[in-house]
């Protein structure tokens, strides 16, 4: 089983900015890693499968990026609707990372 | 348009078993790979559970041996049989459909298990 490691646990940005977020893998993941965005009382949404594809209708802004054991979702810049927790998957194992909440500094 | 609906969820005594259904429309779930993920309260997501398109099932290891996915071609549902119940088992249990990753969730049905 892939073991997922997200950081930073609490990224606290404002609109307008660059968000990074980091996605380590306890082996080599192959292509098959997947970003989720949730918010507070919502289903979780599918934004990059296989590293970088964007899912349909997901904005440009959302990008995904990396290999190996190192991945990154970066959101070029952040409007008001993206500060959520987001989550990694690796969907051969199907293990999540523990999440990343990106929150209004 | 592809919807999942969950249903089945509820207050359950530690032991006790429940099943959780997933009804599928736009889709055939026989041709799929079909998924079940928890989140516990105030928690992260958890995978559960997933069914190939060839029948083949697989678990995550807090869960193997008191689980069961399967599904009905006929009815177009999923199911998640849920045996030996614990309270560490009270999560929100989402159905979703993998393809890439999970494009289409359920809204998800709560398991609440406590005595």
């Known amino acids: 089983e892939i073991v997922l490691t997200q950081s930073p646990a609490t990224l606290p940005l404002s609109p307008g900015e660059r968000a990074t977020l980091s996605c380590r893998a306890s082996?080599?993941?192959?292509?098959?890693l997947a970003w989720y965005q949730q918010k507070p009382g919502q289903v979780p949404r599918l934004l990059i499968y296989d590293v970088s594809n964007r899912a349909s209708g997901i904005p440009d802004r959302f990008s995904g990026s990396g290999s190996g054991t190192d991945f990154t979702l970066t959101i070029t810049s952040l409007e008001p609707e993206d500060f959520a927790v987001y989550y990694c998957?690796?969907?051969?194992?199907?293990?999540f990372g523990g999440g990343t909440k990106v929150e209004i500094k | 348009e592809v919807q999942l609906v969950e249903s089945g969820g509820g207050l359950i005594q530690p032991g006790g078993s429940l099943r959780l259904s997933c009804a599928v429309s736009?889709?055939?779930?026989?041709?799929?790979?079909m998924a079940w993920v928890r989140q516990a309260p105030g928690k992260g997501l958890e995978w559960v559970s997933v069914i190939y398109s060839l029948g083949d099932r697989k678990y995550a290891d807090s869960v193997k041996g008191r689980f069961t996915i399967s599904r009905d071609k006929s009815t177009n549902t999923l199911y998640l049989q849920m045996n030996s119940l614990r309270v560490e088992d009270t999560a929100v249990y989402y159905c979703?459909?993998?393809?890439?990753?999970?494009?289409?969730w359920g809204q998800g049905t709560l398991v609440t298990v406590s005595s």
């Open positions: 998957q690796h969907r051969s194992s199907w293990s």
């Open positions: 736009g889709v055939n779930v026989g041709t799929q790979y």
């Open positions: 979703a459909r993998a393809y890439g990753g999970l494009d289409y």
């Open positions: 082996q080599s993941a192959g292509n098959f």
